[in-house]
């Protein structure tokens, strides 16, 4: 190889490293996201744990009209075994459900099914510890099934629809092929996949890009 095509060769590599694709030429690059273990909460469940009538404090806007509030709670297993510090998720919500990645359920002795967000039917029980009082879940706790939020244009772009299930890859970290990513499209989404700690360590990726496969 010419010795200014080798350097062309390495500048476009650098390149791509840097745009976070490692090697990948691809259109369909996605933005993604690492949620941590959260609660989203009833109006009556905040009552409990917080006190009657007491609001959550916004400390950060996401997306889809929702925010991470200041307030935290304990999540609470079986055998008493705890996690402290667990943000809760606004605004209120029809029934509440708590999101925690596998090693988050093994350390609280709990066995939660992998589900879309909202659907807590006969998901694992849960118990939760707030400054004014405490609450058992007969149901409400799973690991979140993993997913990429878009908007109808995005559809579009990417040819697939709500509720359709792809594969994500990516070059970064340790690499790898996420499978059984559910599509969710909304007016309010902006274009990100979700994945919980547990994924994003196993693959060794954050803030970084993946490739969206058909
Ligand atoms: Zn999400």
Do not use: W
């Amino acid at each position: 190889m010419q010795e200014q095509q080798l350097v062309e060769e390495i500048t476009r590599q650098v390149v791509e490293r840097l745009n976070g694709l490692g090697g990948y030429e691809s259109e369909n690059k996605i933005p993604i996201g690492v949620s941590a273990r959260h609660v989203h909460l009833t109006r009556e469940h905040i009552d409990i744990l917080f006190g009657k009538g007491y609001q959550l404090h916004k400390k950060k806007t996401l997306m889809g009209g929702q925010f991470a509030a200041e307030e935290c709670v304990t999540l609470v297993g079986t055998k008493l075994r705890a996690i402290e510090n667990v943000r809760i998720l606004g605004p209120e919500r029809k029934a509440s459900q708590v999101e925690v990645a596998r090693t988050d359920a093994i350390r609280l002795g709990l066995n939660p099914p992998v589900r879309e967000s909202g659907n807590v039917a006969g998901s694992a029980p849960i118990a939760l510890v707030g400054p004014a009082g405490a609450l058992y879940l007969k149901e409400g706790c799973i690991i979140a099934k993993r997913h990429i939020h878009m908007s109808p244009a995005d559809g579009e772009k990417f040819g697939v629809k709500d509720g359709d299930i792809v594969k994500v890859r990516f070059a970064n970290g340790r690499g790898g092929v996420f499978e059984e990513v559910q599509i969710r499209v909304d007016k309010s989404f902006t274009l990100e996949m979700h994945i919980d700690t547990d994924e994003a360590n196993g693959l060794g990726v954050g803030k970084d890009m993946g490739i969206l496969i058909k």
